[in-house]
């Protein structure tokens, strides 16, 4: 399930634009790419406590309430470098680049 939501942000984040010019996917770090998928795997949450770092409403740090630490519905986002695999890593250089697997 965690793939199909990754596959589903991916897909996403492609059609909203492009890195041009010197700047292509190709040349960030898979550092820099875990953090952008990160990012967008976050923003693709619909409440604020995606990650047990974020914050609530309240302003309460989230920890055990995240979705990232509640076992349920399938939906856990990537939140930490580790989450996101070489595998994913990969498929953002080749899709970002036109490249087909």
Not at 35 to 64: D, H, Q, V
Request: glycine share 8%; charged share 30%; aromatic share 6%.
């Amino acid at each position: 399930m965690r793939q199909v939501l990754y596959t589903a942000l991916l897909s996403c984040f492609l059609c909203t634009g492009t890195a041009t010019g010197a700047e292509t996917s190709v040349e960030r770090s898979d550092e820099e790419i875990r953090r952008i998928l990160i990012e967008k795997s976050i923003e693709a949450y619909e409440g604020s406590c995606a990650c047990p770092y974020n914050t609530n409403r309240a302003g309460n740090r989230c920890g055990k309430t995240s979705a990232y630490l509640k076992n349920g519905g399938g939906r856990r986002p990537l939140c930490y470098p580790s989450d996101v695999s070489p595998e994913m890593v990969d498929k953002y250089r080749k899709e970002m680049t036109g490249k087909k697997e």
